[in-house]
């Protein structure tokens, strides 16, 4: 037979249990639908809890003097099958399915929402509010830094680059301030040392170099011309300072690919002053000699060593320190073949040179191979200012300036 | 009444002159029964909440001229220190709340203030007086508050001044009762009806509804029959009250009126209403040029507190 | 001893207000010799007869009334039946009382008792939460107490302060929220200051009123996954501890600010707005805010249980914060 709970009622706002009072029936007795079967108290008032339909009391599942939450099943009734459709209450333990269509009455006076024609509406899915909460654009990914991340970093003094090496494990790759606590404390375990200010200096300006999008090209220069002038002055002016004379001239023929540019403006250079790459103890120093191109050989030279001398030394004078709309770096001499130097980050251009190599080298006339001294000349330049093209061009003039150097 | 029409008259022209801040509210026409109410009460000992066009009452009670011409010319010193002005202005623990624009709201203050003292065992021999106007008898404040009056059957005389507009609105479009007097009936409070032009007439009706208050008879509503003389405020020039109106016994001026029954009475003579007139208009330009002197409020030296208690006072 | 209820906690308070201080009186609907809708002043007319008082149904002169009794020297305490029903003295409380220190220099010492938010099938007039609507406005000081304890000690802090107290009790917690203590002395903070009710580390959940409870399951929930998730409560929304709450995103970097309370603005918008205006730089997430539905609250309770913020709906944003 089916059941029907007897349930305790929600009394009143706020109300959390009542407590019985009385129970006005025993197990057994025939009820009818709507008859008070018990009688309950809460802070506010004493009231009855009434059946559902008829029927008989089952079982009494409560005590008279304790209390019960609201929704306590009280006791069952048994109830007939007849009883529970003539009451349209929901019986548990039917032995068949009723069917309960909802039919709708078409003489129905119309809802207050609109339903569509033919009957109830299959009810929506309710979602929970949480809709909307996506990670707002742009706000992750591996280059994406929060407030809290940038803080911290300015804290302990870092930059993006210093925090490359660490897999973010926040949305979309990026790092959190999680990631790097936890990186840095694993770094704290290993010795370190710290770097010293012309470290610092050279790192910062390398990294802002960095920014920009930077393109290499070279070409073998034949130094035969140029070893044997060279042989033949006294005293005997350095390599480097052809080039830095060479590229000087060069570039006033050609001041379009040393242009800086800023935003949409291009600035062209002010003058061919030209800056040398010197090596110094723990980084780099860039002293400038200005209108390079207005100068000859032996009017630089002088200047020049004293200007490396000075660098070595770390006593650039003020004069000579930036303006430089290039530089040149002679890695040859510490045998290096070839490289890909990265320009100042004010300049667009640097120039470099490998060490001369003695080469074969096929010869059109000779219809042989020739022993030639060669060496790579590097031209690495902003590709925003200069293209291939145009840095080819350079190099080649470069080229055909350095097989004259008596010219120079 | 005399220092009352002396001083607003002041007050509009200097408002014409550009020298007002804000709006400038004045209340010619109900001085009498503004004065009646006022002259009845005593300051520090009853409670008088006053409305807008109650400068007669004011003066009656007891408030200084210089709260007027400092709140109207915005000085620092006035009782708002320039936070609020005009006529919303008051020492409430001398029993004068400051008024909120809000029509109705200030009667339920009188009457909690009524309360209180009922409640400390000091409302022997007080009376608390509030002033509406007939705009403000339609506002739900105004039901709750005489409603809530008169279930705790406090001594509170409510004058209602019908001046036959509020703003532009005249009174077919305001109440559809035959007086509003009636409804004092549905309140269940003692009802009465004065001709507010009647300065006479107004004292006798007006300290009757006061004395039944005091003795225990409950809430009373006055209601006083007068004509707006001005605008609603002084931006405002009334072009839609109708000239048979203006005409009319309604639309006399209480002002003229008292003096006939004060001289023909026997009470004054006419150079002593003329001194009373000359001395008026000194204290006024006394008031005056000495709030005009004054400083204005200074945003920099303003505490910007809103907060009383201490505590919060400090956060904020 | 027993165990305490939040209603209990209210009724003593008011009890020992009364007693203590001949200032104090209780004016509302049903207030008296009933005991109120809630039974919030059970017994108390009994006791003090003439200031335990029955009013009409007239939330406009009531409010009125308490700010003339206020500067009579009383210190009246409004029972509004629902917080719904405030907006019927709207004006009272944010133009009379509100404004009347500032423009008189004659502070207005009333408290307003507010039943609010929402139980199952209380429907759109019984549910309303209104702590955002006051807050607004300059003046008023709005509490909303989460604990037994704080359901006790500021209500009475409420009365003593100088200024006017909107006093937002939950009527959800009124019968459901029990503890062992009335008073914590060793704990008790005042008006204006938050409580970390959890300590965390990887998010700060910020709520007021019931959602404290709601977010503390939810932590709960949390901390089986590994997470450990700090609650704040911040027991009033005016003043709001600022510095409690940056403190705490200053610990964890991340902020769900939780309301019951309809979305526009309010609270939950203030908390935001402030974290992400002093403490930017703290943040290594979007702040994030979870409020009920922008409809009015429905009455069935299976609408009513999907329009405010769950355990289910906090726990999904936490873990949605968590992961940005």
Redesign the interface.
């Known amino acids: 037979m089916p059941e029907v709970p007897i349930l305790m009622p ?1 009394l009143g ?5 009542a407590t019985i009072i009385r129970l006005n029936v025993t197990v057994g007795d025939e009820v009818v639908a709507d008859q008070e079967v018990i009688e309950v108290e809460t ?2 008032a004493t009231m009855d809890v009434t059946t559902l339909c008829g029927g008989t009391v089952r079982e009494l599942l409560v005590e008279e003097g304790v209390s019960y939450p609201i929704g306590t099943v009280l006791g069952l009734l048994e109830v007939t099958e007849e009883e529970a459709i003539r009451t349209g209450v929901q019986a548990t333990g039917t032995t068949e399915s009723s069917e309960t269509t909802c039919e709708p009455d078409e003489e129905a006076p119309r809802a207050h929402f609109a339903t569509p024609e033919g009957g109830a509406r299959e009810p929506r899915k ?5 809709r909307g ?1 996506s ?2 654009a742009s ?2 990914g591996a280059h994406y830094l ?6 911290r970093m300015d804290e302990l003094g870092l930059r993006a680059a210093d925090i490359s090496a660490i897999v973010g494990s ?2 979309g790759g990026r790092v ?3 990631d790097l606590e936890q990186f840095l404390a694993y770094v704290s375990t290993w010795p370190c040392g710290q770097a010293s200010p012309m470290r610092l200096s050279v790192a910062d300006s390398m990294r802002r170099s960095w920014t920009r999008p930077l393109a290499s090209v070279g070409r073998p220069v034949a130094l035969e011309n140029l070893l044997d002038y060279r042989r033949s002055l006294d005293p005997k002016p350095p390599l480097t300072i052809f080039l830095l004379r060479a590229f000087g001239k060069a570039l006033a023929e050609q001041p379009a690919s040393a242009g800086y540019l800023i935003g949409e403006q291009i600035i062209p250079p002010r003058a061919f002053d030209i800056g040398v790459a010197v090596q110094v103890e723990d980084g780099v120093l860039v002293p400038v000699l200005r209108r390079v191109d207005t100068r000859t050989i032996a009017e630089l030279m002088e200047e020049y060593l004293d200007l490396v001398r000075k660098a070595r030394e770390r006593r650039v004078p003020e004069e000579n320190i930036g303006g430089g709309i290039a530089t040149v770096t002679n890695f040859g001499t510490f045998g290096l073949m070839w490289g890909t130097p990265i320009p100042l980050p004010s300049e667009t251009l640097i120039l470099g040179i490998g060490a001369g190599v003695k080469k074969p080298v096929w010869s059109q006339e000779k219809g042989s191979f020739i022993p030639v001294t060669e060496a790579d000349l590097m031209l690495t330049f902003d590709h925003r200012v200069v293209d291939g093209g145009g840095a080819g061009m350079l190099l080649n003039r470069l080229n055909e300036l350095l097989q004259e150097p008596e010219n120079l | 009444m005399v220092t009352a029409r002396t001083l607003e008259s002041k007050l509009a022209s200097l408002y014409k002159a550009g020298k007002i801040v804000g709006g400038v509210y004045i209340g010619p026409g109900q001085e009498a029964v503004s004065a009646s109410i006022g002259s009845c009460l005593t300051w520090d000992h009853d409670i008088f909440g006053a409305l807008i066009r109650d400068q007669g009452g004011r003066t009656a009670f007891g408030e200084p001229m210089l709260d007027a011409t400092r709140s109207y010319l915005g000085s620092i010193n006035g009782p708002s220190r320039g936070r609020d002005g005009n006529i919303h202005r008051g020492h409430p623990t001398e029993g004068l709340p400051a008024m909120i624009s809000h029509l109705g709201a200030m009667i339920s203050v009188v009457a909690g203030m009524l309360f209180a003292r009922r409640i400390q065992g000091r409302l022997d021999g007080v009376v608390g007086a509030a002033s509406v106007g007939d705009g403000a008898s339609s506002t739900g404040s105004f039901h709750e508050a005489m409603n809530l009056a008169a279930v705790e059957n406090l001594p509170l005389v409510v004058i209602l001044a019908n001046n036959q507009f509020a703003y532009s609105t005249p009174t077919d479009r305001q109440f559809a009762c035959r007086s509003l007097v009636d409804r004092a009936i549905g309140y269940g409070i003692a009802g009465h009806e004065v001709d507010g032009t009647d300065l006479l007439a107004s004292l006798e009706v007006v300290s009757k509804a006061v004395n039944d208050a005091r003795g225990g008879g409950g809430p009373q509503l006055v209601v006083a029959n007068l004509l707006r003389l001005s605008g609603h405020g002084e931006h405002d020039d009334a072009s839609y009250v109708p000239e048979t109106l203006k005409n009319s016994s309604l639309g006399r001026d209480c002002m003229a009126v008292a003096e006939q029954q004060l001289l023909a009475a026997g009470f004054l003579t006419e150079p002593e209403i003329e001194e009373w007139k000359t001395e008026a208009a000194e204290e006024v330009q006394t008031a005056v040029a000495l709030a005009q002197q004054e400083a204005a409020p200074d945003p920099f030296a303003d505490d910007w507190i809103v907060y009383a208690s201490p505590e919060l006072a400090e956060e904020s | 001893m027993g165990e305490v209820t939040y ?1 209990d906690a209210i009724r003593e308070a008011q009890h020992d207000l009364l007693a203590a201080d001949d200032r104090v009186f209780i004016y509302g609907q049903d207030v008296g010799h009933f005991g109120g ?3 919030a002043t ?1 017994g108390l007319k009994d006791l003090f007869p003439e200031r335990v008082i029955d009013s009409p149904i007239s939330e406009d002169a009531m409010i009125g009334l308490a700010v003339g009794a206020a500067i009579e020297g009383m210190r009246p305490i409004i029972e509004m039946q629902f917080a719904d029903f405030s907006s019927v003295g709207f004006n009272q409380i944010v133009n009379q009382a509100g404004t009347h220190f500032y423009r008189t220099g004659v502070p207005a010492p009333i408290t307003i008792r507010l039943p609010s938010g929402g ?4 429907g759109p007039f ?1 549910s309303q939460m209104m702590e955002s609507v006051y807050a607004y406005y300059p003046g008023l000081v709005v509490v909303t107490p989460a604990t037994v304890a704080d359901a006790y000690s500021m209500l009475i802090d409420a009365v003593a302060l100088d200024d006017p107290v909107l006093f937002c009790e939950h ?2 917690l ?3 929220l029990k503890s062992d203590r009335l008073k914590d002395d060793d704990e008790r903070l005042p008006i204006g200051q938050a409580r970390i009710v959890r300590a965390g580390k990887h998010a700060s959940v910020v709520a007021y009123s019931a959602m404290v409870h709601e977010a503390l399951r939810a932590a709960e929930l949390l901390a089986e996954e590994g997470w450990e998730i700090e609650v704040v409560d911040l027991r009033s929304v005016k003043p709001l501890d600022t510095d409690t709450v940056i403190a705490s995103v200053a610990r964890t ?1 991340r902020l769900l600010a939780v309301g019951e309370a309809f979305p526009w603005g309010g609270v939950t918008a203030e908390i935001v707005s402030r974290v992400t205006n002093d403490g ?7 702040p ?1 805010r ?4 922008d409809t009015p609250v429905p009455y069935h309770p ?2 009513w249980e ?2 405010r ?2 355990l ?2 906090i726990s ?2 936490i873990r ?2 968590l ?2």
């Open positions: 929600q706002e706020s109300i959390a249990e802070n506010k309710v979602e929970p509010s949480i909460l990670v707002p706000m992750k929060s407030p809290r991340m940038k803080a926040g949305s959190t301030v999680e | 209603i809708a809630f039974k059970r139980t199952p099938g209380s019984h009527k959800f009124y019968r459901w970097g930017f730089h703290l943040l290594d997430a979007p994030q979870l409020n009920s539905r299976n609408l999907a329009h913020p769950t289910e709906s999904a944003a949605n914060l992961q940005l």
